[in-house]
């Protein structure tokens, strides 16, 4: 036999070498094949993992689309979001009351329907396709065979795209030229509106009468036209002036003039609001147009053109309201207010609201905002006067007679 030649005393056949060898090899390869199949489980583990995470995310995705989309359902039954004791209309865009307003609404039903009819189509095709070409069992898995270069679908999916956005230019140009290029009649009513942070001023140059938050207009009749031309102002921020059923948005631009123009076809209450964001009380910048039959507009139009009442009962609150700072903000025709930084409020309590929308004209709520607006709508900027509650119940008693 063979022999591994060294010190004598580790002199050994190579056959018992290879005897003792072996199996320590053998424990090797066992150790690396268990650490193998441990890296294996771990990378399975790790596969259902991450396929559970992306299950999980994309749960997750389905779970937030639902509820942004109960959301959107919930906000739009709701309405308009309005303190639930103020007095509004509820408005809706598709129930156009005003000529401008039905204009722009058929152009929109035939943008709709153009679109409509547009995904029909197309996710028509998709379903079919889906169906008609779904993987068989009987399929050998070849790459079905491809189409190349068809002049008829490339003439479909160019021409027919041209024309459609042709018609929607056509149709749009005409309904804007019929909208922003209307002329005033000459008994037209001319209004003009002053958007303030956060509230309307509505003036009437040629009747002499400023009011805040609420605009009156006189109905058109079937023999007579009665329209209303509006030009917006703003004497601040950028703001824009929004009455659904009566007209499309216009933006109401510091240093620029904007016209637009609306011509009411029933009398009723129409709720607008400002459209575009213009600080923290944005959306309680509400606007109501309130339509009169063209007899009761003339009976509006006389009450605000007379003076205030002169109450006598209540002229130690007026006392009070002309020594404190009240008189440098707002105006009461036919005394020393002729403060123009506030609403003008020579017949405040014929109106319905109070700050723009956010609470109604009451005694109470008047009350409460003379005492401090900022509990009402916080940010105005009407301060706290810090009155006295003898000084604050004087004031409000004088206030409520200017109807």
């Known amino acids: 036999m ?24 053998s424990d090797e390869c066992q150790v690396t094949r268990d650490r193998f199949a441990e890296f294996g489980f771990q990378v399975s583990e790790l596969r259902l993992r991450t396929s559970m995470s992306g299950f999980q995310i994309l749960s997750n995705r389905w779970a937030f689309g639902i509820a942004s989309f109960l959301w959107c359902v919930t906000i739009v039954l709701a309405g308009p979001a309005f303190a639930a004791d103020v007095p509004t209309g509820v408005t809706n865009i598709f129930k156009p009351l005003s000529t401008p307003a039905q204009a722009i609404y058929e152009v929109s039903l035939l943008v709709l329907a153009i679109c409509a009819g547009i995904f029909l189509v197309v996710a028509g095709l998709l379903v079919y396709t889906l169906f008609r070409f779904r993987q068989r069992p009987t399929d050998d898995g070849h790459e079905p065979p491809q189409i190349y270069g068809s002049n008829q679908l490339e003439f479909a999916w160019t021409v027919i795209p041209i024309v459609t956005v042709f018609v929607l230019f056509l149709a749009t140009a005409r309904t804007i030229y019929d909208v922003q290029g209307a002329l005033p009649p000459a008994d037209a009513l001319n209004v003009t509106v002053i958007g303030h942070q956060w509230w309307w001023e509505i003036r009437y140059p040629e009747l002499g009468i400023v009011t805040a938050n609420e ?6 009749e079937a023999s007579k036209r009665r329209p209303t031309f509006l030009k917006l102002e703003s004497a601040d921020v950028a703001h824009s002036f929004w009455v659904p059923q009566l007209a499309g948005k216009t933006d109401v631009i510091p240093n620029r003039e904007n016209r637009m123009w609306i011509e009411p076809i029933e009398p009723g209450i129409y709720v607008g609001n400002c459209a575009e964001y213009c600080g923290m009380q944005h959306a309680h910048m509400l606007l109501r147009v309130i339509v009169h039959s063209p007899g009761d507009f003339e009976k509006w139009t006389a009450a605000q053109q007379q003076p205030p009442v002169d109450d006598p009962q209540a002229r130690a609150g007026r006392d009070v309201f002309f020594t404190t700072s009240c008189i440098n903000c707002h105006t009461i025709k036919g005394t020393k207010a002729m403060g123009t930084f506030g609403p003008d409020l020579t017949h405040l309590m014929s109106r319905e609201t109070l700050g723009a929308g956010t609470v109604p004209n009451t005694a109470e709520k008047l009350q409460a905002w003379v005492r401090d607006p900022q509990t009402i ?9 810090q009155l006295t509650e003898n000084e604050l119940n004087q004031i409000v008693a004088y206030l409520l007679t200017l109807k």
Request: hydrophobic fraction near 25%; charged fraction near 15%; glycine fraction near 10%.
């Open 2 to 25: 063979l022999s591994c030649i060294g010190p004598k005393s580790n002199i050994q056949p190579c056959g018992s070498l290879l005897e003792k060898t072996q199996p320590r090899q």
């Open 215 to 220: 605009m009156h207009v006189p109905a058109g």
């Open 377 to 385: 709508k916080e940010g105005c900027n009407m301060p706290n006067m």
